[in-house]
């Protein structure tokens, strides 16, 4: 059951709302671009998760929300950081895949068939990362990246398809330990 909307915060800056339940659900409007229905009603109906450690949902103003890369359209549904200045997310307006493209590396990865299928990966990254962190024993971050690649490929085996796509880059990054250590180590 979804409660009143949470006001404030960066996600509502330009549109959208965030709900009781922690997401960021799009205004109709901003998302009447995509085309692809079922993405189109889940991100209006459902939405994603507000802030992440790899993704932080929000609207972008009009003149940077859609961008087009050959014959394709891009919408996009977050940044990276609160400062966007690294990467974005977007939906493909034709087929609701989710991509992000990379600021800094001038660079597209895919991410997932949808952005449902998104929001299920980032739950479970941060499910297991945080009973990684909080259980008795350091956490093995190998073991951790080989749990998140059987667990992601589960939910969408698409999102692993690409050796260089952004779950394999991920899972890397968590294998070599990071998002398992303390701010303070180092």
Not at 152 to 178: K, Q
Request: proline residues 4%.
């Amino acid at each position: 059951m979804a409660g009143p909307p949470i006001t404030g915060g960066p996600a509502t800056a330009n549109g959208g709302e965030v709900v009781a339940s922690g997401n960021f659900r799009y205004s109709a409007g901003y998302v009447e671009c995509v085309r692809d229905t079922a993405a189109q009603e889940f991100l209006v109906a459902v939405g994603l998760p507000t802030t992440h450690v790899v993704f932080v949902a929000c609207e972008a103003p009009e003149d940077h929300a859609l961008l087009r890369v050959a014959d394709r359209e891009l919408l996009r549904i977050g940044v990276a950081t609160e400062s966007d200045d690294v990467g974005a997310y977007h939906v493909e307006c034709g087929t609701g895949e989710v991509v992000y493209v990379d600021a800094l590396a001038s660079s597209e990865l895919y991410v997932n068939a949808s952005p449902e299928l998104f929001a299920d990966c980032l739950r479970l990254f941060e499910s297991k990362i945080d009973d990684a962190m909080n259980g008795s024993d350091d956490p093995d971050p190998e073991q951790l990246a080989d749990l998140l690649e059987a667990e992601i490929s589960r939910i969408d085996s698409s999102a692993l398809a690409d050796d260089s796509g952004f779950w394999r880059s991920l899972l890397d990054d968590v294998a070599i330990g990071d998002y398992t250590e303390d701010e303070g180590e180092g």
